[in-house]
């Protein structure tokens, strides 16, 4: 069996108001280093299997087709071999 840990992000040059608003709810708060603060996504996917090859390309395709808006977002994953 193989984890993935998906992490989807805005792409940089695309606006993000959540991020912007959970900002200044930090400045708020008096964190007034923070400079910037962007929301994604992050989800594990358990797959079948032992090969990471293919787990890598599945979840490439999943992300292209379903995970992530590739106009407006970027993806990368981590896969980790998981016993049984």
């Known amino acids: 069996m193989i984890l993935a840990r998906v992490y989807v992000t805005l792409k940089p040059a ?3 108001p959540q991020g912007l608003t959970v900002m200044g709810g930090l400045h708020s708060l008096g ?4 400079t910037d603060v962007r929301i994604g996504k992050y989800m594990e996917i358990r797959l079948d299997g032992d090969d ?3 787990a890598e390309r ?4 999943m ?3 379903l995970l992530a808006n590739p106009v407006i977002e ?3 994953f981590v896969l980790e071999p998981q016993d049984g």
């Not at 964190?31 to 923070?34: K, L, M, R, S």
Request: aromatic share 10%; net charge negative; charged share 35%.
């Open 14 to 16: 695309v606006n993000d």
């Open 58 to 61: 599945a979840i490439a395709e």
């Open 52 to 54: 990471p090859d293919v």
């Open 63 to 65: 992300c292209d087709q």
């Open 31 to 34: 964190y007034e280093a923070v």
């Open 74 to 76: 970027d993806f990368r």
